[in-house]
């Protein structure tokens, strides 16, 4: 025992479940290897095992310290916070709200995706506005 | 085996040396907090994702859009006609429920950011088979959620069949998922354990402080944290506060009703401006399928036909329709893209035309649409959707016909189905013993 953890690193079950979950993955792949599609599918798997910590974490990190986001005060957060989530909404619609696929979409909803930019731009507004009157209300409070 | 001798003793410089990792939030405790709130959600949302492809009942006719499948499609069970909801439960919690834990996912790969940059990349094999795993829980998990919200927008964009893609990608995740589970539990319960989360949420930012290391190789803790900016609590709030945000502005499209207005960035939480007995989503109008008024109108035949020979037992017009018994259902149609509607549909059992076709307790029936082209231009059912009570051929909806775009002269409402098999302009029914 104390001989296969010199040589493996963890004990017997740690490798038994890794084997078994490594397989599964590989059947997988084999199945993925089946489809059309299957090279662009095994590229898309590895590119998006990349994508937060190569891509989407450098360009956040860079916006948040353009806003002079490490320097503690109170104002940033102000900012940051809506900023991050008007930020996230964008990430996640932006198939809409830059209307990347208005064909499709006509086609499936039978309306066209127009009304997402300018909800998402009033989302925006709101955002910002409840955090200037909160930053507003804190900084009379901690004055009075 | 000591396999760090394989790499250079000094880190490259960069994000491969401790310092450069500077956040005073990053640590055991911060992202097992993560983590316990990705495996329940996470687990939700896989088991409902599984499901969904049993709902499609793929054993039957050409349901099955992942022919390659092997053992990855495995066939459990007959889908379930009751509760009628079934279905909007499923595709609510896959769909809406993955959009809500993206902002924690986001927020768990941010957290663990430094181990990507681990130096020595791996100290023994079981650390090198550890991390290659570790490629198929991120990959796969980023894989699913990207392509999920790719398909709910339409955007296409992917190089590939969305169905086979996601499900398969949906098993790669799976093998890297249990075992990361499997072998991080204990960790993860020993980092909870070392803060007080009521402790935490009553921390402001000045009384901040960096996460202790647990042990030699917690990597999370930085070695020379820089002062906070922001406190645990406000990252956490941070996180539940753009989770409760997409789901505001997303779960009306399923939950339906007054709130399907506020569902501001769901591609489905829209109406088509008239608010007549027709006006809720569409998929598919008749203009996107070829579907027209000439092909729907008086020509219009439905025939049933007695399988698998196919000879035709009756050709039913609208109004051949119309004068058999009625009857009505409020029921909701959910689609696999998370979006439902409930509404009160008219229209003839599928039990009594599978009578009138001379095959009573059918086995299966396979209905045919007017659209011709498209993966569900044939949808094959199962007995029991057959004979279910509220099984319809609808031909009027909210009391009204339908319109060319919700399927006239005739669709198919089947409670609990996937919305793209209740199959819409059905010309043809196909009924065998």
């Known amino acids: 025992m104390a001989r296969f953890r010199a040589l493996y690193g963890s004990t017997p079950l740690h490798l038994i479940a890794l084997v078994a979950s490594l397989a599964l993955t590989a059947y997988a792949a084999l199945r993925i290897a089946e489809t059309s599609g299957a090279a662009q599918i095994a590229l898309w798997l590895v590119g998006a095992a990349l994508a937060h910590d190569l891509v989407l974490f450098p360009l956040y990190t860079l916006l948040g310290l353009l806003a002079g986001g490490n320097r503690p005060r109170r104002a940033t957060n102000h900012v940051r916070v809506p900023a991050m989530l008007s930020g996230l909404l964008f990430l996640m619609f932006v198939p809409l709200i830059c209307s990347l696929a208005p064909d499709t979409y006509e086609a499936a909803a039978g309306l066209q995706p127009t009304p997402y930019l300018q909800r998402w731009l009033a989302i925006t507004a709101a955002l910002f506005l409840a955090s200037g009157l909160l930053y507003a209300l804190r900084a009379r409070r901690s004055t009075s | ?433």
């Not at chain 2, 859009?65 to 896959?94: C, E, I, M, V």
């Not at chain 2, 753009?242 to 960035?265: E, K, N």
């Not at chain 2, 007695?306 to 689609?335: F, H, K, M, N, W």
């Open chain 2, 1 to 433: 085996m000591e396999l760090s001798r394989l790499f250079p003793a000094t880190p490259p410089p960069g994000p491969f040396r401790g310092g450069f990792w500077r956040s005073p939030l990053r640590g055991r405790w911060l992202t097992s907090t993560f983590a316990l709130v990705l495996l329940v959600g996470v687990t939700v949302v896989a088991l409902t994702g599984f499901l969904s492809y049993a709902a499609y009942n793929p054993r039957l006719g050409s349901n099955d859009l992942t022919s390659t499948k092997g053992l990855l499609g495995f066939y459990l069970f007959d889908w379930p006609t009751r509760p009628a909801w079934l279905y909007q439960l499923n595709q609510g919690l896959h769909v809406i429920g993955g959009l809500v834990l993206t902002p924690v996912l986001l927020a768990k790969l941010w957290s663990v950011i430094p181990k990507l940059f681990s130096w020595p990349p791996f100290r023994s094999p079981a650390q090198a088979l550890e991390r290659l795993s570790l490629l198929a829980l991120v990959g796969g998990a980023v894989f699913l959620f990207v392509t999920g919200i790719m398909n709910i927008a339409y955007w296409y964009a992917f190089p590939f069949s969305f169905y086979p893609g996601h499900l398969y990608g949906a098993w790669v995740f799976t093998a890297g998922f249990v075992v990361h589970v499997a072998i991080k539990l204990p960790t993860m319960r020993r980092a909870l354990r070392t803060r007080r989360l009521v402790d935490e949420l009553r921390m402001p930012i000045d009384q901040t402080r960096p996460e202790e290391r647990m042990d030699e190789e917690d990597e999370l803790a930085p070695v020379a944290p820089r002062e906070a900016t922001l406190s645990r609590r406000g990252l956490l709030g941070l996180v539940a506060g753009s989770s409760a945000l997409v789901f505001v502005l997303t779960a009306g499209q399923t939950l339906g009703g007054p709130f399907r207005s506020m569902a501001l960035l769901a591609p489905r939480g829209r109406s088509y401006g008239d608010g007549g007995p027709n006006d809720f989503q569409v998929n598919k109008p008749a203009a996107a399928v070829g579907v027209t008024a000439e092909n729907t109108g008086a020509s219009y035949r439905l025939e049933l036909v007695v399988g698998p020979d196919g000879s035709v037992a009756q050709s039913l017009s609208r109004e051949d329709l119309l004068g058999l018994r009625q009857y009505t259902y409020e029921l909701p149609i959910a689609c696999v893209e998370g979006w439902s509607t409930t509404q009160t549909w008219t229209g003839v059992r599928l039990r009594d035309l599978a009578m009138l076709a001379g095959v009573p307790g059918a086995a299966e029936m396979t209905a045919e649409s007017l659209q011709g082209e498209g993966d569900f231009a044939t949808t094959t059912f199962s007995a029991d959707q057959v004979d279910a009570e509220k099984s319809l051929l609808a031909l009027r909806v909210n009391d009204a016909d339908l319109s060319l775009d919700h399927g006239f002269p005739a669709r198919i409402i089947v409670p609990a189905a996937p919305g793209v098999h209740c199959t819409k302009w059905v010309s043809r029914m196909t009924f065998v013993t």
